[in-house]
């Protein structure tokens, strides 16, 4: 048994095959919980519940809708839009008792970026009674978009002055920018909500990589952090083939 708790992130994983085939094939290859992105809010309901009841899995979280941009919380012509993707987002969270929503910003270099995303933030901790999540993203990965750095995140923690909202603390973006993550994380440990983890290399398996996981993973409990980790990775060939990292680290 591992020591760890591990989130199958269904965004990336299994994607050959259906949505709620997914959630079966995390449950097959001992993940103890799942995460999505927006995929959730085009299934149907009733079958999606079933699924998660048969397996058993807790649904840690989901993202609103991501569509071509990244999302478009911080987007100013996009507010109205942002509002119906939070509300869409929290009718499905509460339907099958998800605990966190991530807003993402979107790709946007409008001057009232940051003050559209604190009002979307602020509405989306109206509506929704659990966590609230922002993540960075590096520039590698989402040119443009709103959020990029972990200081950003969190100003924009500071601004929202709300504690159930919190960081999305992915390793793969936050080491992209350059970021110490030990030190980082350790300094901002009490405004991490989750951590997401992939390899440095090609957003691959976690382990083995530049990022050494076998050292990172305890030191983030050692911290304070006591949540599952979001396997948020792109298989180098089949989920199954790759799965063995779970028993270097």
Not at 19 to 38: Q, T
Not at 114 to 120: G, K
């Amino acid at each position: 048994m591992s020591r760890y708790r591990y989130s199958a992130n269904l965004g990336y994983l299994w994607t050959e095959l259906p949505f709620l085939d997914r959630i079966r094939a995390a449950k097959a290859h001992g993940f103890d919980a799942v995460e999505f992105h927006d995929q959730a809010q085009s299934e149907d309901r009733n079958a999606l519940r079933d699924v998660l009841a048969d397996t058993g899995l807790p649904v840690l979280g989901l993202n609103v809708r991501m569509g071509e941009t990244l999302g478009c919380a911080a987007m100013p012509d996009m507010s109205d839009q942002a509002k119906r993707d939070v509300d869409a987002s929290v009718e499905v969270a509460d339907d099958i008792g998800a605990g966190a929503i991530h807003v993402l910003a979107g790709v946007t270099s409008d001057a009232g970026a940051q003050r559209t995303y604190l009002s979307a933030l602020n509405y989306a901790l109206e509506q929704f009674d659990r966590t609230i999540l922002i993540e960075p993203v590096s520039a590698s990965q989402g040119p443009g978009f709103h959020l990029r750095t972990i200081q950003q995140a969190v100003d924009t923690l500071d601004e929202v002055d709300h504690t159930r909202l919190k960081i999305m603390f992915d390793c793969f973006h936050i080491h992209a920018e350059g970021g110490d993550i030990p030190a980082l994380f350790k300094t901002h440990a009490a405004r991490i909500g989750h951590v997401q983890i992939a390899a440095a290399e090609h957003r691959a398996e976690p382990f083995p990589g530049v990022l050494n996981y076998a050292e990172l993973l305890p030191a983030f409990q050692a911290a304070g952090y006591d949540g599952a980790f979001g396997c948020e990775y792109r298989p180098a060939s089949t989920v199954a083939e790759g799965l063995g990292w779970r028993d270097l680290i």
